[in-house]
């Protein structure tokens, strides 16, 4: 019977999402994670731990793949949204020139 509704559910996700159950778990986190970077001043180790990532660096590499930057930098983007342009902070200090 497990193995029907493990069959079920990855057809599902699969069919539905688009993504394994494992794509799609690692996505809720970064959600979670993208918002507790914005919302609260737990450190970035912090907020990889509550959220069972128990390498701060693999956490680092999944954000960065799905999201398109580090941690780090989403949370200062959100912050300082004035000093980093729609390319980064590069197109900013051309402008500036």
């Known amino acids: ?11 599902f996700l699969k069919k539905e999402l688009s993504c394994t159950p494992i794509q799609y778990f690692l996505q809720k986190k970064i959600e979670c994670a993208k918002s507790q970077l914005v919302y609260s001043s737990r450190s970035i180790r912090e907020i990889s731990d509550s959220l069972g990532f ?4 693999y956490f680092g590499k999944v954000f960065k793949r799905q999201v398109g930057c580090s ?10 949204p004035d000093k980093w342009g729609a390319l980064g902070p ?6 500036s020139e």
Request: aromatic residues 12%.
């Open 1 to 11: 019977m497990r193995g029907i509704l493990r069959i079920s559910l990855f057809v």
């Open 54 to 57: 128990h390498d701060e660096n």
């Open 71 to 80: 941690p780090g930098s989403y949370r200062y983007r959100k912050y300082n």
């Open 90 to 95: 590069k197109q900013n200090k051309e402008e």
